[in-house]
């Protein structure tokens, strides 16, 4: 006989600006529907394809259900099952021994497959902290962008999105929210239907691009550029709040000087555009206050990604759109939640903290550090990688060079996964992880201002079990004592936030469990009377901090690493820029090994211009070779002016192993950095193209 059904309350895990609340149908202990709250304001009841697919992921068949060690040679992905205490044991004693010898030498590695403070980095970091571990610099994704915001607004912070519904124009900045950003889009559509006039600024005609108004399509990498040549417009014709910038701007005179270098015409030939686009769009932006910018990442994988966030983020201080709710920019709001990450991850563990702090591996140079041998410099060769949240073979830069250092016979390697992804084949140990229908977590948003709480809908399918159990396993195997490895989940949600912040209201963790959601209580014009969080408490045009830090302080343009401007020589040999940005039904590499969603993407493509093919005699539909000097993919070209003249688009991110040559576009993108944050540089790589 059927259990009635049951609904539990759960919150959409994934790396995706919206943090989605859930509704999940359970029948007979099978979560077998997945829907979106209705009464979550952010959520409005929908959620994206992809996730509309979670319970099909959850119970898909390939799930791994158990403890398993290799077999095969490393990559093969031959394991056989043991039992938990077994691998409990094994990580334990190779663990150990390496802690014992050079704590350094392991290294843990992690990205956002869950972005729960729980389950992301609470138990795990503290594990590793307590070893005296490597740490990891996290700054795959967004490090570029962050630190743009902080040295102009002091955080990740910006306006409120549900505000964007009552802009009168939108500029849709590097960033394709149809496809990864989708409530975002809703309140933009709103807006047009009141009238809104909206921008996409990209190199390329993505799926929201083509249903904007206008379209800018400027070479990758040059937006610093075209935000300095909208302040040059600006300042000319004195478009300004005079009075915003006197109380609530820093460095204006600086800033003023370096935006007049930049007069529409060297922008228009920097970006590839018209001079008119640079002058107009200028005017436009101007013509009122409630001018909002939704800038998303994909503007910042590139050399100047930091400043160009810069640049961009001191525009509404110009204009004055920040007196208004519907003005202003957004790129990140995960500032404005109150997370205590001390509490959750513990630092004070660290052996001998803070006289003693154990070097930092920036993640997107994970190829050059397993294959480094060690020396004085780079410190201890990496003995032991322990990866969760995150798929490095498929998502990590050069992927040839991650690979080869994953090969390696000597490297002991654990993977916490659900899936046997293209990581997972070269895991010493392969554990079984929970999805967020088994486990319990608390989450902050970066596109909106709730914070929520997610609990378990389901058991654990098979022996799976959460990232932080398996953590609090291996740390008591291993004989530590140190209680804080074994707080239960409960305890560390209890810890997420400083509950004492006005933000929140005066709630806890038990109100905001009771609830699912709470509204973070912050101004609906945030920055209307000043009150950044930079040192001056003002806008910073010019930033002290990055002067003292031998930076520039004032924002400027840099050519991209590899182009015409920033390396001639590179540019003869490979004429053609790459960028690799989300595809609509994966997130990241997350669902690619759902079927449904494989089979809509169909196969890799590259999208070329008419222009670039006939050079090369491609043809739509050719199976063509996109390489440089650091490797090569196959994809199926797509001939469209959907690129721009001189751009390839390749969309992501393909699990290597289900992809017809066993490659993906990480083949071709480099370990090289942006020039603030330390983030990674996808968009900012060139190739060359021929018929296969
Ligand atoms: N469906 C789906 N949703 C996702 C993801 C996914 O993989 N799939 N990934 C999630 C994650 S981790 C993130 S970080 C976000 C990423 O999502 P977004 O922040 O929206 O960023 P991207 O998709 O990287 O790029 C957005 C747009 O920027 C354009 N672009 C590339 N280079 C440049 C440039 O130099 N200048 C400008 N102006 N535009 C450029 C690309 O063509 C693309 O259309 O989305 C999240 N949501
Ligand atoms: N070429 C190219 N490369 C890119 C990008 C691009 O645009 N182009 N985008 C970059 C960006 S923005 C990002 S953010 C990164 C993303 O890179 P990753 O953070 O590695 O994201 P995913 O590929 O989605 O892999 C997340 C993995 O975590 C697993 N996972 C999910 N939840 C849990 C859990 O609770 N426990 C455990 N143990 N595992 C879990 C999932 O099964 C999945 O395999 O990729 C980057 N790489
Ligand atoms: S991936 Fe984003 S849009 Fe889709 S359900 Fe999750 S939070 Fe919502
Ligand atoms: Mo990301």
Same mark, same amino acid.
């Given at each position: 006989?059927?259990?009635?059904?049951?609904?539990?309350?759960?919150?959409?895990?994934?790396?995706?600006?919206?943090?989605?609340?859930?509704?999940?149908?359970?029948?007979?202990?099978?979560?077998?529907?997945?829907?979106?709250?209705?009464?979550?304001?952010?959520?409005?009841?929908?959620?994206?394809?992809?996730?509309?697919?979670?319970?099909?992921?959850?119970?898909?068949?390939?799930?791994?259900?158990?403890?398993?060690?290799?077999?095969?040679?490393?990559?093969?992905?031959?394991?056989?099952?043991?039992?938990?205490?077994?691998?409990?044991?094994?990580?334990?004693?190779?663990?150990?021994?390496?802690?014992?010898?050079?704590?350094?030498? /392991?290294?843990?590695?992690?990205?956002?497959?869950?972005?729960?403070?729980?389950?992301?980095?609470? /138990?795990?970091?503290?594990?590793?902290?307590?070893?005296?571990?490597?740490?990891?610099?996290?700054?795959?994704?967004?490090?570029?962008?962050?630190?743009?915001?902080?040295?102009?607004?002091?955080?990740?912070?910006?306006?409120?999105?549900?505000?964007?519904?009552?802009?009168?124009?939108?500029?849709?900045?590097?960033?394709?929210?149809?496809?990864?950003?989708?409530?975002?889009?809703?309140?933009?559509?709103?807006?047009?239907?009141?009238?809104?006039?909206?921008?996409?600024?990209?190199?390329?005609?993505? +799926?929201?691009?083509?249903?904007?108004?206008?379209?800018?399509?400027?070479?990758?990498?040059?937006?610093?550029?075209?935000?300095?040549?909208?302040?040059?417009?600006?300042?000319?014709?004195?478009?300004?709040?005079?009075?915003?910038?006197?109380?609530?701007?820093?460095?204006?005179?600086?800033?003023?000087?370096?935006?007049?270098?930049?007069?529409?015409?060297?922008?228009?030939?920097?970006?590839?555009?018209?001079?008119?686009?640079?002058?107009?769009?200028?005017?436009?932006?101007?013509?009122?206050?409630?001018?909002?910018?939704?800038?998303?990442?994909?503007?910042?994988?590139?050399?100047?990604?930091?400043?160009?966030?810069?640049?961009?983020?001191? +525009?509404?201080?110009?204009?004055?759109?920040?007196?208004?709710?519907?003005?202003?920019?957004? +790129?990140?709001?995960?500032?404005?939640?109150?997370?205590?990450?001390?509490?959750?991850?513990?630092?004070?563990?660290?052996?001998?903290?803070?006289?003693?702090?154990?070097?930092?591996?920036?993640?997107?140079?994970?190829?050059?550090? +397993?294959?480094?041998?060690?020396?004085?410099?780079?410190?201890?060769?990496?003995?032991?990688?322990?990866?969760?949240?995150?798929?490095?073979?498929?998502?990590?830069?050069?992927?040839?060079?991650?690979?080869?250092?994953?090969?390696?016979?000597?490297?002991?390697?654990?993977?916490?996964?659900?899936?046997?992804?293209?990581?997972?084949?070269?895991?010493?140990?392969?554990?079984?992880?929970?999805?967020?229908?088994?486990?319990?977590?608390?989450?902050?948003?970066?596109?909106?201002?709730?914070?929520?709480?997610?609990?378990?809908?389901?058991?654990?399918?098979?022996?799976?079990?959460?990232?932080?159990?398996?953590?609090?396993?291996?740390?008591?195997?291993?004989?530590?004592?140190?209680?804080?490895?074994?707080?239960?989940?409960?305890?560390?949600?209890?810890?997420?936030?400083?509950?004492?912040?006005?933000?929140?209201?005066?709630?806890?963790?038990?109100?905001?469990?009771?609830?699912?959601?709470?509204?973070?209580?912050?101004?609906?014009?945030?920055?209307?009377?000043?009150?950044?969080?930079?040192?001056?408490?003002?806008? #910073?045009?010019?930033?002290?901090?990055?002067?003292?830090?031998?930076?520039?302080?004032?924002?400027?343009?840099?050519?991209?690493?590899?182009?015409?401007?920033?390396?001639?020589?590179?540019?003869?040999?490979?004429?053609?820029?790459?960028?690799?940005?989300?595809?609509?039904?994966?997130?990241?590499?997350?669902?690619?090994?759902?079927?449904?969603?494989?089979?809509?993407?169909?196969?890799?493509?590259?999208?070329?211009?008419?222009?670039?093919?006939?050079?090369?005699?491609?043809?739509?539909?050719?199976?063509?070779?996109?390489?440089?000097?650091?490797?090569?993919?196959?994809?199926?070209?797509?001939?469209?002016?959907?690129?721009?003249?001189?751009?390839?688009?390749?969309?992501?991110?393909?699990?290597?192993?289900?992809?017809?040559?066993?490659?993906?576009?990480?083949?071709?993108?480099?370990?090289?950095?942006?020039?603030?944050?330390?983030?990674?540089?996808?968009?900012?790589?060139?190739? #060359?193209?021929?018929?296969?």
């Amino acid at each position: 006989m059927n259990a009635p059904a049951e609904f539990a309350r759960a919150v959409c895990p994934h790396d995706c600006p919206d943090t989605c609340a859930m509704r999940v149908t359970v029948e007979n202990g099978r979560a077998i529907k997945v829907s979106g709250d209705p009464d979550h304001p952010p959520t409005q009841g929908v959620l994206c394809t992809k996730v509309t697919r979670y319970a099909e992921r959850v119970h898909h068949p390939k799930r791994l259900t158990q403890p398993m060690k290799r077999v095969g040679r490393k990559g093969e992905g031959r394991f056989e099952p043991i039992s938990w205490d077994e691998a409990t044991r094994i990580a334990a004693e190779r663990l150990g021994e390496i802690a014992r010898r050079a704590p350094e030498a /392991i290294l843990p590695y992690s990205y956002a497959g869950t972005m729960g403070l729980v389950q992301g980095d609470s /138990i795990a970091q503290r594990f590793f902290h307590k070893l005296g571990a490597s740490r990891l610099d996290r700054a795959i994704c967004a490090a570029a962008g962050a630190a743009g915001l902080r040295y102009t607004f002091g955080s990740s912070l910006g306006m409120l999105t549900e505000y964007f519904a009552e802009s009168e124009v939108i500029l849709i900045w590097g960033a394709n929210p149809i496809a990864s950003n989708l409530h975002f889009w809703t309140r933009a559509q709103e807006a047009k239907r009141n009238g809104a006039k909206l921008i996409a600024i990209d190199p390329y005609r993505s +799926l929201t691009a083509e249903k904007c108004h206008q379209h800018i399509a400027l070479k990758p990498g040059t937006d610093g550029a075209l935000a300095l040549g909208m302040m040059h417009v600006l300042i000319t014709e004195d478009r300004l709040d005079h009075d915003y910038i006197a109380a609530h701007t820093h460095g204006f005179d600086a800033l003023k000087a370096r935006a007049l270098i930049y007069t529409p015409a060297r922008v228009a030939a920097i970006c590839g555009i018209e001079e008119q686009v640079v002058v107009d769009l200028a005017r436009l932006y101007a013509s009122t206050r409630k001018t909002a910018i939704r800038m998303n990442y994909g503007l910042q994988r590139v050399r100047g990604g930091g400043n160009a966030v810069r640049a961009i983020a001191c +525009l509404p201080a110009l204009t004055g759109a920040w007196r208004e709710r519907a003005g202003g920019v957004l +790129l990140s709001s995960s500032g404005w939640a109150p997370v205590d990450a001390n509490a959750l991850q513990r630092p004070d563990l660290i052996p001998g903290w803070p006289q003693h702090q154990p070097r930092i591996v920036n993640m997107n140079q994970i190829g050059d550090a +397993l294959t480094h041998t060690g020396d004085a410099a780079f410190g201890p060769k990496v003995e032991a990688i322990v990866v969760y949240n995150s798929n490095p073979v498929a998502v990590a830069p050069e992927s040839a060079k991650v690979a080869a250092g994953f090969a390696r016979e000597d490297l002991f390697t654990i993977v916490l996964e659900q899936f046997q992804t293209d990581t997972a084949d070269y895991a010493d140990l392969l554990l079984p992880a929970t999805t967020q229908l088994e486990h319990l977590d608390v989450h902050k948003s970066y596109g909106h201002t709730h914070v929520m709480a997610n609990l378990p809908a389901i058991a654990p399918v098979g022996e799976a079990r959460p990232n932080t159990e398996i953590f609090r396993c291996i740390a008591r195997a291993m004989g530590l004592i140190e209680p804080a490895l074994f707080e239960s989940d409960e305890d560390v949600a209890a810890q997420a936030f400083d509950w004492s912040d006005p933000a929140l209201g005066g709630a806890d963790w038990a109100a905001l469990k009771r609830a699912g959601w709470l509204k973070l209580d912050i101004p609906e014009a945030p920055f209307a009377n000043g009150g950044f969080r930079t040192p001056t408490g003002k806008c #910073e045009f010019r930033s002290e901090a990055l002067a003292k830090a031998g930076l520039d302080p004032l924002p400027d343009y840099l050519p991209p690493h590899e182009s015409a401007d920033g390396s001639p020589e590179l540019a003869a040999r490979y004429p053609l820029a790459m960028i690799s940005p989300p595809a609509r039904n994966f997130l990241n590499s997350t669902f690619v090994n759902v079927e449904s969603l494989r089979a809509t993407e169909g196969e890799p493509h590259v999208d070329l211009h008419p222009a670039d093919a006939a050079l090369r005699e491609i043809a739509d539909g050719d199976e063509v070779r996109v390489f440089n000097d650091r490797g090569s993919m196959r994809a199926r070209a797509r001939v469209t002016d959907r690129a721009r003249s001189g751009l390839v688009v390749g969309l992501s991110i393909w699990w290597k192993k289900l992809a017809p040559d066993g490659r993906n576009a990480n083949e071709v993108t480099s370990q090289a950095l942006t020039d603030l944050g330390g983030s990674a540089t996808f968009y900012d790589c060139l190739v #060359e193209v021929e018929r296969a």
